[in-house]
């Protein structure tokens, strides 16, 4: 992982000892994987509303979206919570479930949050590039997910 994404989750460490609330924490990580990573124009959280089995959007950092409940299984986003995986869409206009917050998004990068075994929340990135995500998005990003899991 590249020298720079590592100093970011020294950051999210400190966020975490901060001892300030969760939502302030993931709004905060929000920030600043958008204003320090260039192809993250949209970053957010949603979490688990397991009673009503939808996905609700906690803190984002970028354009405002009418996407503020997501149902379990519907969009990226839904499917990444029935599954538990990650998921990259390289092109969004190839998904066929895909659930469009804006005209400039070209990929998305969807990430669970998982306590133990179980589905709590996801991190959910937009970005208006064509094909940007690696593996180390998927490394980074994952170690961001396990990072926040204390929260929940």
Not at 14 to 32: A, D, M, P
Request: charged residues 25%; glycine residues 6%.
């Amino acid at each position: 992982m590249k020298t720079e994404l590592k100093q970011l989750l020294l950051e999210i460490d400190s966020f975490v000892s901060s001892g300030t609330t969760r939502s302030e924490i993931l709004l905060n990580t929000c920030k600043l994987l958008k204003d320090n990573v260039y192809h993250y124009d949209w970053v957010g959280f949603y979490l688990l509303d397991e009673q009503n089995s939808n996905l609700i959007l906690e803190v984002y950092d970028g354009k405002t979206t009418e996407h503020t409940m997501i149902p379990v299984g519907k969009g990226v986003c839904g499917q990444v919570a029935e599954s538990k995986k990650l998921k990259v869409v390289q092109d969004v206009s190839q998904e066929g479930n895909y659930i469009a917050c804006s005209l400039d998004v070209q990929s998305e990068i969807v990430v669970p949050i998982l306590k133990g075994d179980k589905f709590v929340a996801e991190i959910d990135i937009d970005s208006h590039s064509p094909s940007p995500f690696t593996v180390d998005d998927e490394i980074f990003l994952t170690s961001v997910c396990q990072k926040l899991s204390v929260l929940f």
